[in-house]
Structures are given as C-alpha cells and as structure tokens.
C-alpha cells in the first residue's frame, strides 16, 4: 500500500546557511516554517569567530523571524588559526554556541579566513575536547593536484583519520558527506562521531551538472558525485543507523552569482527542505525511517530534548515556483518550475 500522509516529530535541520541582513530577512521564513532547530553556519562577511559576533548575529535572526515563530537558532564559531582556546570555554559556559565549524581555506563561499593548516589548530582541538563542544568539519582538501572528485575521500585518509586518534574524545560531525568513503568511516566511527546528508546529494548525482548543458545551480561543494555515491549515501540515511542525520547545506545565492563565468557554490532547498528528503526516503521505500533521520538523530547527537510538536506531510504534488525574493535580487531553488511529490500540509501539531 502506497503512504499518502506522514506525520512526524518536527525535525530540526543540522547545517544551514542563513546569510544576514535583507538576505536573512528573505530566507528565514522558510526554514522557520518546517524546522524547530537549526545550527547555523558562521562563514559570512566577515566570519562570526567570537562568542559575542555569535550573539549579535542570533538576535538578528530572531529579529528576522515571522511573527509568532518559535524557531530556534543554534549558534557556530568560525575556526581560524588564531582562535584562542579561551573562546571555547566562552563559547561552552554560553547559551547559544552549540559547535565550532572548520572551514580549509579557499574550500567553498567565504572560506577564505579558514584553516590552512590542521596542526595550526591542535591548542583549540584540545579544548574542544575538554569541554565537549563539537567540531563541524567541511570535509574536503583543496590543494590543486587532487582531483575535485576526489577531495573528501583524501580528506579522511589525510586530515581526519589521524585528528580521530589525536582526539579520540572530540565529538566530531563530517558535515554534507557525499561519497561512500565517507559513509564507510562514519559508519564505523563510535558514536560520538557523526555525518549530516542533504537532500541535493540524496537526489541528485554528477549528470545534473551537464543535463542539456551546464547547470550552474546545482553546482554546490563539496560537488555532486558519481551514482554509486549517491546510491550509498541514500542506504545509509535510510539504514536508521544514528551516525547520520538531516542537515540541509541549504545556501542562497543570487541569481547572478551563480549564472557567471565563476559562479558560486550552493543549492537553495530550505523552500521544500523536509518534502524533499521525504521524496528520496519515498524512493527507496523507507518512508518508515524518515523520522529518526530528521527528528531524533540530531538532538540525540548534540544532547538536546527532542522536539515535542508533530508536522505532517501528504502526497500532493507542487509546482516550484521559478525563483523566490533574495534581499534587491532572486535566488532560483531545486526543482524551480518543477514538481516536489511530497507538501508540508500542517506544522502546528502539539
């Protein structure tokens, strides 16, 4: 019998992009709308690398919120390589900094005060481990001789195999994992490490880079790989295993900053976040495990209650719209003019 309506614990959504001021003001709705919880991400201009930065930017989220919202913002340090291990312990004795997110520098939108060199950063890792606050990682290497395709894969042999040892306590979250090296690590890892998935790389493999020509909006980083990669990162959402769990990456980006010469990385998906996740689950007919993944592994993870309102989703097809407002310009979404088989229908269950 096929599902026609699901009804789940709000889930949260465990890596986001948000950007600030018109922007913010433009994309927040969105995710507040399905998500309770959101950690969100630190890379602006210039990088939220303090505790007080980390503040300022949450109550401008706050600010931005529709009327009435209860949505939660869960706030991230920028890991330079002249953070000092004092912020930490502010940012563990705070109410607001739940993570530190490591960028390698030059990795993808805004990244360029990230680190260059991991062992730069040993003193902050030390105190992250002492302290229990957890390390985001942008998984991927950026040195010019290794393939783009192959950029996560060397950055687990590399980089995180060896910070595992050195820091065998550090609670660590390989962030928007995309192939099935990173899946075999994670898998394996105890418990206090973990992976966030997105819907982009759950849907879609390399091709939708070149369909009928290059399509600069699904050009995101790390980029889309092969099917087998896809294939695997797909089992491992769906396995119910509690290493893996939901976090968007969804970016915005203007319209014109991604259909340039030297366009921007980034998917938009906050518009239809959890209904896209709940077509991929669809697809490999585990719409029974979507739950877990979304709403349990995340708070589980990061030590926080579950959520205790309930959202619901039905089978009814909607039509994309072709581009949603963006601060003085638009940014276009996944499936812009196209159909997402899953709707939000209710989110305001007790």
């Not at 920028?78 to 390698?104: F, G, M, N």
């Not at 894969?153 to 660590?172: D, G, S, T």
């Not at 959520?307 to 909607?318: C, F, G, H, K, Q």
Request: net charge negative; hydrophobic share 40%; aromatic share 8%.
């Amino acid at each position: 019998m096929t599902l026609s309506r699901l009804e789940i614990i709000r889930p949260d959504d465990w890596h986001l992009h948000l950007r600030d001021g018109d922007a913010l003001a433009s994309v927040i709705g969105h995710t507040a709308r399905q998500f309770a919880r959101a950690i969100v991400m630190p890379n602006l201009k210039p990088p939220v690398t303090t505790v007080a930065q980390a503040e300022d930017y949450r109550r401008r989220i706050l600010a931005s919120l529709p009327a009435g919202s209860r949505f939660q913002p869960l706030m991230t340090l920028y890991l330079t390589e002249t953070t000092p291990p004092a912020e930490i312990v502010r940012a563990k004795a705070s109410d607001s900094v739940v993570a530190v997110k490591y960028y390698p520098a030059g990795a993808t939108t805004n990244s360029q005060s990230g680190v260059r060199e991991l062992s730069h950063v040993y003193p902050v890792l030390e105190a992250m481990e002492k302290h229990d606050l957890p390390l985001l990682l942008h998984g991927e290497v950026t040195d010019p001789d290794i393939d783009i395709f192959d950029r996560e894969r060397v950055f687990i042999e590399r980089h995180l195999m060896p910070l595992r040892e050195k820091f065998p306590a550090l609670r660590m979250v390989l962030e928007h994992i995309t192939t099935h090296d990173a899946v075999q690590f994670v898998h394996a890892a105890p418990t206090h490490v973990a992976a966030t998935i997105t819907a982009h790389h759950l849907l879609l493999n390399r091709n939708a880079l070149f369909e009928g020509g290059m399509r600069p909006h699904n050009y995101c980083a790390p980029i889309l790989k092969r099917e087998t990669h896809r294939a695997a990162l797909l089992q491992a959402a769906t396995s119910g295993d509690p290493h893996f769990f939901l976090g968007t990456d969804s970016a915005p980006h203007p319209r014109e900053a991604k259909e340039t010469d030297c366009g921007c990385a980034g998917l938009y998906t906050a518009h239809a976040a959890l209904e896209l996740y709940a077509e991929a689950f669809d697809q490999a007919g585990r719409l029974d495990k979507l739950e877990a993944f979304a709403s349990f592994h995340g708070p589980d993870f990061y030590r926080l209650p579950r959520n205790a309102d309930r959202i619901v989703l039905e089978r009814t097809p909607w039509i994309v719209p072709e581009e949603y407002p963006l601060a003085g310009s638009t940014c276009k979404p996944m499936r812009a003019g196209e159909s997402v088989a899953w709707s939000v229908v209710d989110t305001a269950i007790a």
